[in-house]
């Protein structure tokens, strides 16, 4: 048991660290409440654009709110 949670935390940065790149270069991913490929004009999610921000951006974004409104 000891040995998988010394691999989990090994791999947590490089996986993290991967995931907060690809966030950055590319904050927008496919909306998956409309269906791959089409926009659905009434899907609330991506207002109909067919693409919808990541999860890790969003949190990006919320965090820089916070911090530029905290700091004022």
Known sequence: MATIITFLVACLPPVTLGYTIWCYVSPWGVCRRCAPGGKNRTCRA???????????????????????????
């Not at 991506?46 to 004022?72: A, F, I, K, N, S």
Request: aromatic fraction near 12%; glycine fraction near 14%; charged fraction near 25%.
């Open 46 to 72: 991506c207002e109909g654009t067919g693409m919808r921000p990541r999860l890790g951006w969003q949190l990006y974004v919320y965090l820089r709110r916070l911090h530029h409104d905290g700091t004022r």
